[in-house]
């Protein structure tokens, strides 16, 4: 959610409420174990009650191109099975010709 939109408000109340460690454990977990965060947060200074603002933002060309097939370092952990697709825009168009390409 952008700042500044009207729900905005509401959802600085809910991320502020994760405050109590569990997000700087699951920011911490992320940038143990992929190599793409490894290097886009290699400059944040970790501490226990870390804030997503003290992040840069994810960059959408540079995270699709880390996400590939062959060689994905977007991910915490080794794919066990499954696919993971890209879609965007308001519609499913890219999903519906991901799944037709059969």
């Known amino acids: 959610m952008y700042r500044g939109s009207p729900t905005s408000q509401k959802d600085d109340l809910a991320i502020d409420s ?11 977990h992320v940038s143990s174990h992929s190599k793409y965060y490894q290097v ?5 200074k970790r501490r226990p009650q ?24 977007v991910l ?17 168009s890219t999903l519906r010709k991901l799944v037709n390409m059969s």
């Open 76 to 92: 915490t952990a080794k794919q066990q099975n499954g696919i993971v697709m890209k879609t965007g825009g308001k519609s499913s």
């Open 18 to 28: 994760v405050h109590d460690g569990r997000l700087s454990e699951y920011l911490n």
């Open 50 to 73: 870390s804030k997503l603002e003290d992040y840069p933002l994810v960059d959408h060309t540079s995270f699709w191109n880390a996400n590939s097939v062959a060689n994905n370092t």
């Open 40 to 44: 886009l947060w290699k400059d944040v």
